[in-house]
């Protein structure tokens, strides 16, 4: 699942799953994404976080057709819980970008 704009993504507490947000909104045409320098979760009450946030990637978007996705698995969390998760890139032109997610956590 990806986050585009603001969407609330959910999962259960057991599931480890893969979501992935897309940059290329941000991006200048030619522009894509270079590195990633950090994905992070937080409580939304800005307590700290039980998710685990694992393998993180850049993949070429199937809308853009260049490396403006990146992907990352999240496992853990509490029920009831709301997260942020929050991933910071570095783009081929330089430019720091900073992309958010809502994560909700429920045991459907």
Do not use: H
Request: aromatic share 6%.
């Amino acid at each position: 699942m990806g986050v585009i704009a603001n969407e609330r993504l959910c999962k259960q507490p057991a599931e480890q799953r893969k979501f992935s947000i897309e940059f290329n909104n941000l991006l200048n045409t030619s522009e894509t994404v270079s590195s990633i320098s950090s994905v992070s979760s937080e409580k939304i009450d800005g307590t700290t976080t039980d998710l685990t946030i694992t393998t993180t990637a850049i993949e070429t978007s199937s809308s853009s057709g260049k490396n403006s996705l990146i992907t990352f698995w999240v496992s853990g969390g509490t029920t009831g819980n709301t997260y942020k998760i929050e991933a910071v890139v570095v783009t081929s032109d330089s430019a720091t970008l900073e992309g958010d997610g809502i994560l909700f956590v429920t045991d459907r």
